[in-house]
């Protein structure tokens, strides 16, 4: 007897839910089980030995000490950096603000260990700048950009990217005319930036601030390329005790991390609900930029933007000419002699040089595909029933994004060292698969997010009609629905393959010999003498800039901003 | 009080006030009427300070302030959406000018009070301003700017945002505290009933340049230009055949209002009613005379009732009430 539709569909409704069931059970509450039992129980018994082990070790309190010194001076520095690109942007009248907002837009473009290894090119041991100071300077030590100066510095001009996004937009929507209103009251312009214009922004400066702070905290790739062998952060220290073989000291100081994190997350959120201020306006009366009148100030103001403009773009320019530059001229060279194709034609080439790239590719095709069939089907769900299942089907994949990522990394290593019954007795670890499994972990969080706004501001009269009309819920989603959001998926797959190609944490933790993925490659480039290697590693870098170029004008044009890429 | 000498006033190249010249007197409510992108925003931002004159002079009170900045004029301003600081209660938006001109802090306290009282917003003096409603905002943003002792309050349009029935209030409103407090108001709108109903006196603006400036009575019943007469209130341009068939021999432009003319079996001229819009206490009856449109003001409801579309009656134009213009037929007096 042949099946009915409805009851096709209704079968592959359950078959649905049993296999998302499996996915949560397996891949998100098994790992934090692990986690949770490696730190607290031993033997048998609930056990606090690697709480007080870390507590003893010097290493450990050296990292927690660094990565606290790190965070705090962090928050500080990208704070005035930030605020002042976004006066220099947004409110002050300089000179050349084209140039300038492209060089202050690199951050979005120049994350993680592609960043790392970029400032490592221009500051680093062989760095182009070092020998260009050297040949003024030559006392200046091969090692005078590392450690936590190096890490500082980083972060102070790779994260200022909130601020480029987010205290833009902010400023943007502050009244002018306020500032007006507060001159005519008799306040001068810098009165009328402190007193009105800064309190409003306190909401945004506070909530990137945190932001910062969860960045800081759970720094990877920066501190591993440029803090130097003898400089350990937290989520760094977290890899070398798992490396260590003591899984349960990992699990413990995951846990702490987590923690820390999860208030960071927290108290953004009672930030963002108490609102900020928008003035209120109807039509508000758009910034008019302050000229400087004092002509010293004027200057300076000048010389900082341009200076930060310039440390900001120099190792991009750098990678990118030089990708081009023949091997031998990359580790010699402050200018290129040459130009060619070679290093390009090397990558695409095929062989080894290709193999990174194929394996990020490919298993960033994987765990976006996975993580956009499971946020369709809980974001589907939950807007379809609103019930306690599908709530708590959508806190249980939101959660991974309240968890730093060393802590699900060991949670998926732990969980599945050995053979486990929720995959049919196989292992995990080792394998191709876990790696695009913690990628599919980490993406999962914001496609939810973005999918469920893209399904909130689906016009429910379009849908009503097509109901008025005679069709189907199948019909309605395949005609109506799915048509309206595929700009949206595509972006969005966009965006988190761009996330995935230059990860570093999960895959620091997960990659194997069958998946070495570009990030690690680039890692291990960075640390290589071999000028082929490094050759290599600046096509990477590039087209993976342009890569996340290409995505965030596309997302901005939609208005979807940027993915929180860890 | 105010007075703008030879106003001249360029955005890059282009000239938006080209040579205006203008006195408003001690208390006076002085309204800038003029449809949107006419110039009047920006003569009232000059006179505050936040645009710089070309050339020309703003005297206030006797003195040259053409090139103070903004902060020195001693010029309050109430924006369109009153641009109250969001972060401050009441008490704090009214004293932020004297806590900048760092008076003493007693000082501070009595003059906010007495403004307070004087506003009637002293029982909210701790709220924020998205506690309060549109009048009672408006009301804070007068006062922020009278605490300083501000003899000269500009208006930006500020009742352009809310419906009409709050608006008739706040207008009622702004005039009792005008009064009440003396100060000078110009008040900058593109609503004629606004400006004809709250003004002393009023100027029309027109592409920048000053058509007229009087009384409400002066430039409804006596309008300088056609751009006014057309603008301001409701006026039937009349065509040749209409001026002919009223004896006219003027070649320039007439206009009639709708008020001053009437429908009767007993009228001279013949015309079709073409169209019927109900207002209620007032209403419009479009009528046709020779292939032109009329419009016509008929009162109460009795006069309507026996009006339908399509029918055939009378009408008399009020011959003193004809507004002549030298100005040629042909040339467009919008521009």
């Known amino acids: 007897m042949k099946m009915s539709s409805h009851s096709v569909q209704k079968s592959l409704y359950y078959l649905g839910i049993a296999l998302i069931l499996w996915v949560a059970v397996s891949f998100i509450y098994t790992p934090i089980f692990a986690v949770l039992t490696n730190a607290f129980v031993a033997d048998g018994t609930v056990s606090f030995k690697s709480a007080s082990e870390l507590a003893g070790s010097n290493r450990v309190r050296g ?15 990208v704070n005035i950096v930030g605020i002042f690109q976004v006066a220099v942007l947004e409110y002050l009248s300089v000179r050349g603000r084209r140039i300038l907002k492209v060089a202050y837009a690199m951050p979005l473009v120049f994350v993680s260990v592609v960043a790392a290894t970029g400032y490592n090119f221009t500051y680093g041991q062989t760095g182009v700048l070092t020998r260009v100071i050297q040949s003024f300077f030559p006392a200046l030590p091969n090692d005078w950009f590392s450690g936590i100066f190096a890490v500082i ?17 902010a400023i943007r929507r502050v009244d002018y005319s306020l500032v007006e209103a507060a001159r005519s009251l008799g306040a001068s312009n810098m009165r009328a930036f402190v007193s009105v214009v800064l309190p409003l922004l306190l909401p945004t400066i506070f909530a990137t601030s945190l932001l910062v702070a969860y960045k800081s905290l759970g720094s990877f790739a920066i501190p591993a390329v440029l803090g130097g062998r003898r400089f350990d952060m937290v989520a760094e220290l ?20 987590g923690i820390v994190v999860i208030l960071c997350i927290l108290l953004m959120q009672r930030i963002e609900k108490r609102g900020s201020y928008g003035g209120g306006a109807k039509t508000p009366v758009p910034i008019q930029r302050i000229v ?40 010699a060279e402050v200018i290129p002699s040459s130009l060619s194709l070679t290093n390009y034609i090397a990558v695409f080439s095929g062989g080894d040089a290709f193999t990174p790239l194929k394996n990020s590719l490919l298993m960033g095709g994987i765990a976006v595909s996975l993580g956009l069939a499971i946020s369709l089907f809980v974001v589907i769900l939950a807007n379809r029933y609103k019930n306690r299942f599908t709530t708590g089907l959508d806190l249980t994949f939101m959660l991974p994004w309240v968890l730093p990522a060393p802590f699900i990394a060991i949670g998926l290593i732990t969980a599945f060292a050995t053979p486990s019954v929720l995959l049919g007795n196989q292992t995990l670890l080792g394998s191709f698969w876990i790696l695009p499994i913690g990628y599919a972990i980490v993406v999962i969080p914001l496609m939810i997010r973005v999918l469920r706004a893209a399904f909130y501001s689906l016009d429910p009269y379009q849908l009503e009609a097509a109901r008025a009309l005679g069709a189907s819920p199948f019909y309605r989603f395949m005609r109506v629905t799915l048509p309206a959001i595929t700009p949206v998926i595509v972006l969005v797959a966009g965006m988190n393959i761009n996330t995935i190609l230059s990860e570093y944490s999960m895959s620091a933790f997960l990659f194997n010999v069958n998946n070495k993925p570009l990030s690690i490659a680039l890692f291990e480039g960075a640390r290589s003498t071999n000028p082929e290697q490094a050759a290599i590693n600046l ?28 | 009080m105010i007075s703008l000498q030879n106003l001249q006033i360029c955005y890059g190249e282009v000239e938006v006030v080209p040579d205006l010249s203008l006195d408003i007197e001690k208390g006076e409510f002085f309204t800038l009427l003029g449809p949107s992108g006419c110039g009047k925003t920006t003569v009232l931002r000059s006179i505050a300070g936040f645009v710089n004159a070309k050339s020309g002079k703003i005297i206030l009170d006797g003195q040259d302030v053409t090139h103070q900045p903004a902060e020195q004029r001693d010029v309050g301003i109430v924006f369109q959406n009153y641009a109250l600081f969001p972060h401050m209660t009441v008490r704090d938006n009214v004293a932020f000018g004297l806590k900048v001109a760092k008076k003493k802090s007693n000082e501070i306290k009595a003059r906010v009070g007495r403004i307070l009282e004087a506003t009637g917003i002293a029982e909210h003096a701790g709220k924020k301003p998205d506690a309060l409603s549109g009048g009672q905002q408006q009301r804070v943003a007068i006062a922020r700017s009278l605490v300083m002792g501000t003899q000269v309050l500009l208006f930006d349009e500020p009742l352009s945002n809310l419906d009409a029935r709050v608006r008739d209030d706040m207008r009622k409103e702004i005039k009792r505290l005008q009064r009440e407090l003396d100060f000078t108001a110009v008040f900058v709108t593109h609503d004629q009933d606004e400006a004809l109903s709250m ?51 003027n070649k320039g432009l007439a206009y009639i209002r709708p008020e001053e003319i009437r429908l009767s079996d007993h009228g001279a001229l013949p015309v079709i009613v073409r169209d019927i819009d109900f207002l209620g206490p007032t209403s419009f009856v479009d009528v046709q005379f020779q292939g032109e449109i009329l419009r016509v003001l008929v009162t109460g409801t009795d006069a309507l009732n026996k009006l339908s579309v399509g029918q055939e009656i009378k009408m008399d134009v009020n011959p003193e009430k004809i507004q002549l213009f030298d100005i040629g037929a042909d040339e467009d007096v919008q521009s």
């Not at chain 1, 927690?64 to 500080?76: A, E, K, L, R």
């Open chain 2, 199 to 249: 003004s002393d006196r009023l100027l029309v603006f027109n592409k920048g340049n000053a058509d007229q400036i009087g009384t409400s009575d002066d430039i409804y019943s006596r309008p300088a230009t056609p751009f006014v007469c057309e603008f301001v209130g409701a006026s039937n341009k009349m065509s040749p055949e209409l001026k002919a068939a009223l004896g006219l021999k």
């Open chain 1, 292 to 331: 400087l009148s004092n002509p010293i100030i004027n200057l300076v103001t000048h010389a900082a933007a341009y200076l930060v403009a310039l440390i900001q773009l120099l190792p991009v320019v750098l990678v990118m000419i030089f990708s081009f530059a023949p091997a031998k001229s990359i580790i």
């Open chain 1, 539 to 566: 096509v990477y870098m590039t087209l993976i800039m342009v890569f996340s170029y290409f995505i965030i004008s596309v997302a901005d044009r939609y208005g979807l901003g940027r993915s929180d890429s860890r």
């Open chain 1, 153 to 169: 510095f980083a972060h102070t001009f790779l994260l200022t990217s909130f601020h480029y996004l987010f205290l833009r937009a």
């Open chain 1, 238 to 257: 977290i890899l070398t005790l798992n490396s260590l073989r003591r899984p349960d000291m990992a699990a413990m100081l995951s846990i702490g991390l």
């Open chain 1, 63 to 77: 990292a927690i000490t660094n990565t606290i010194i790190v965070t705090v001076f962090s928050v500080v520095t």
